[in-house]
T-cell receptor, first 113, second 115 residues
């Protein structure tokens, strides 16, 4: 199993540009989520999904969109990048029944200039 | 709303000494509690969880944690610290009651084990 994979590992964007961060898992997990990690603020939930076709907002959803057309994939779209979105982004997945612990991807370091 | 507090930004402990990393939580229903560890430039790794049952849970790498409902705490402990335990530790909570599905993380505690 590859676990949770994220691409790209690093990205630099200019203000106003859009892009999609990719996330995939091969563990057939129902639950997937996106977090951003900023110094001193821990991990903050952006969006999450409890299954294909079902998504919901987390703590800091503004400026981000998600969709979940398959169990495996959960891409995060930045609509119009802003310097405030400079951060490290982590995708995670978990099994909903009997599990709940999350498996994290390696992260994407995004810089917006 | 649910929340997690990790009151210490950093904990320093000598190698071989016991360590404790503190976590308190607030939920309206029944908590599912987790500890994760993050090494530099890596994603988070799961250490242990409390779902139900015995209040003392054991996890990876010799870590354990005790669920205390009256004090709403879930402190991480290890009897004898190793230099390789130096990392960033996160506590997380999920309130399953009523189907609540969001996971909330604390701000993290940096553990420094001194040789």
């Amino acid at each position: 199993n590859a676990g949770v994979t994220q691409t790209p590992k690093f990205q630099v964007l200019k203000t106003g540009q859009s892009m999609t961060l990719q996330c995939a898992q091969d563990m057939n997990h129902e639950y997937m989520s996106w977090y951003r990690q900023d110094p001193g603020m821990g991990l903050r939930l952006i969006h999450y999904s409890v299954g294909a076709g079902i998504t919901d907002q987390g703590e800091v959803p503004n400026g981000y969109n998600v969709s979940r057309s398959t169990t495996e994939d959960f891409p995060l779209r930045l609509l119009s990048a802003a310097p405030s979105q400079t951060s490290v982004y982590f995708c995670a997945s978990s099994r909903e029944r009997g599990g709940y612990e999350q498996y994290f991807g390696p992260g994407t370091r995004l810089t917006v200039t | 709303a649910q929340s997690v507090a990790q009151p210490e930004d950093q904990v320093n402990v000598a190698e071989g000494n016991p360590l404790t990393v503190k976590c308190t939580y607030s939920v309206s229903g029944n908590p599912y509690l987790f500890w994760y560890v993050q090494y530099p430039n890596r994603g988070l790794q799961f250490l242990l969880k409390y779902i139900t049952g015995d209040n003392l849970v054991k996890g990876s790498y010799g870590f354990e944690a005790e669920f205390n409902k009256s004090q709403t705490s879930f402190h991480l402990k290890k009897p004898s610290a190793l230099v390789s335990d130096s990392a960033l530790y996160f506590c997380a909570v999920r309130d399953i009651s009523g189907g609540y599905q969001k996971v909330t993380f604390g701000t993290g505690t940096k553990l420094q084990v001194i040789p």
